[in-house]
């Protein structure tokens, strides 16, 4: 989807839905003990170590949020492809962006591409004012499909070009972009609150990203790297800025 005007479309969860999810050889007794593997091997082991982030990635079933045919992979320890050509983030990529937005219950936080809903769900576990945006508008259908089979109703999904924000919903107190930008977008600083924290892949995205820390100081961005990363590249008016530029 392209355009401001259909970036409007905002498509919200009313609520749980009765179908569940993806079936799979296996019980949800092993699936937890996977879960489990997963958070004390891949997450906290490599230094996350908020307990409210811990739990959140212990809770949310990310075999709900692949495709069908990757839900066996789902607690490996690597990202997997999803539909539109995106993927869902590596485990540990996803709790670290987490646990660097020090989000506090009742935070605002927006989400820039949304994919599979996978950290969307995250968020909604932390506080229950999530907003989430993706360009496509089949991922973003099926990510707030998923996200109210689960029941997290408060979980608001827009399709449109995160570029520019939810500006209407602003100011948050935090924003996490999932996807390669060589510098923040203006739009999403603007909107970001006074001592908010913006975490964004930043740099070259062709190649390797900083995962950077951006605070919000007397409306200036203070900037702190975490650590090298590769995301896929923001599409929408970015493209068209670094293809102008």
């Known amino acids: 989807m392209t355009g401001r005007t259909k970036s409007a479309a905002i498509v919200l969860l009313a609520g749980s839905l009765a179908a569940g999810v993806p079936a799979l050889a296996q019980s949800e007794q092993a699936l937890a003990v996977r879960r489990k593997a997963m958070v004390d091997r891949q997450i906290a082991s490599r230094g996350v170590t908020d307990p409210r982030v811990l739990r959140a990635m212990l809770d949310v079933p990310r075999h709900a949020f692949v495709p069908a045919e990757y839900a066996n992979r789902a607690y490996e320890d690597y990202p997997l492809p999803i539909e539109e050509g995106q993927t869902i983030s590596q485990p540990y990529i996803v709790a670290l962006m987490t646990q660097c937005l020090a989000l506090r219950e009742g935070d605002k936080v927006l989400e820039i ?9 995250i968020l909604a576990r932390l506080t229950d004012r999530v907003f989430t945006i993706e360009i496509h508008e089949p991922l973003a259908r099926r990510a707030a499909a998923t996200l109210a089979r689960l029941g997290l109703a408060g979980v608001k999904v827009r399709a449109g070009d995160g570029f520019f924000g939810w500006p209407e919903e602003a100011p948050f ?22 001592g908010g924290r913006l975490v964004v892949p930043l740099g ?3 190649t390797y990203q900083a995962l ?23 599409t929408g008016e970015a493209l068209k800025k670094r293809d102008r530029g």
């Open 212 to 234: 950077t820390v951006l605070t919000k100081e007397n409306g200036e961005p203070r900037l702190r790297q975490v650590l090298d990363v590769r995301f896929v590249p923001m």
């Open 204 to 206: 070259d995205v062709r």
């Open 113 to 121: 591409g949304t994919g599979s809903g996978y950290q969307a769900a």
């Open 173 to 194: 107190d935090a924003i996490i972009v999932t996807c390669a930008v060589p510098q923040v977008p203006s739009p999403l600083l603007e909107q970001l609150a006074e």
